[in-house]
């Protein structure tokens, strides 16, 4: 595709149940991120994918909190019985790969609703 | 931890005038600095990406400044149009990371 694609748009679930959003990186991007963006805590960042491994899982909030990728390409980011604090905007975002000159390009995001 | 401050948080401006939009960043040992627009409800559309190495880059009517000993850059859009009215945000990439570091951004507004 164009650019980095997420689904879905947005999601409502009640609080307790298990959520999965996903993220289709641009074609050939070996890089991937997940970041959410909520009103209190602004952008952050929660893991970075190279190929299918996570070197650096270190912004995940809680052990809810999980990702995998696959094929070097699409990634699924779940979150366990989910909490109202949980609800945010995750963004995805993938580049060429990790040097000094890799953009990374951001999907239009997935807004999560924990009622 | 890396901080990212961007000042002011809100600017209005009539159209045609130029744009000046500060971030600031405690932590010199940078990889890069990009700077991104956000529409509302959107996701982050890059609009530049600076290497440490460099000074400034330019797109257009877009031209960032990197100034990596003081911590500074400086986006500039010149002849701002209503279509520029968009929340801008700048994020950095510390050297040994992967992640970036973003600051709460600027929200802008044209009248026009």
């Known amino acids: 595709g164009a650019g980095v694609s997420q689904s879905p748009s947005n999601k409502v679930t009640e609080k307790g149940k298990d959520v999965e959003l996903r993220c289709d990186p641009i074609s050939g991007h070996t890089a991937l991120y997940w970041y959410r963006q909520s009103l209190g805590q602004g952008l952050e960042f929660l893991i970075y994918f190279q190929g299918n491994s996570a070197p650096d899982k270190s912004g995940l909030p809680s052990d809810r909190f999980s990702a995998e990728r696959t094929g070097g390409s699409v990634s699924t980011l779940t979150i366990q019985r989910t909490q109202q604090e949980d609800s945010a905007v995750y963004l995805c975002?993938?580049?060429?790969?990790?040097?000094?000159?890799?953009?990374?390009?951001f999907g239009p995001g997935t807004r999560l609703t924990v009622l | 931890k890396q901080e990212v401050t961007q000042i002011p948080a809100a600017l209005s401006v009539p159209e045609g005038e130029n744009l000046v939009l500060n971030c600031s960043f405690t932590?010199?040992?940078?990889?890069?600095l990009q700077w991104f627009r956000q529409d509302p409800g959107k996701g982050l559309t890059s609009l530049l990406l600076i290497q440490s190495s460099q000074r400034e880059q330019t797109s257009g009517r877009l031209n960032a400044s990197l100034d990596k000993s003081s911590g500074r850059s400086t986006l500039y859009i010149a002849a701002s149009q209503p279509g520029d009215s968009a929340t801008y945000l700048c994020?950095?990439?510390?050297?040994?990371?992967?992640?970036?570091?973003f600051g709460a951004g600027t929200t802008v507004t044209v009248r026009a």
């Open positions: 932590d010199s040992a940078i990889y890069n």
């Open positions: 994020a950095v990439r510390e050297i040994n990371d992967y992640k970036l570091s």
């Open positions: 975002a993938s580049s060429t790969g990790a040097g000094a000159g890799n953009e990374q390009f």
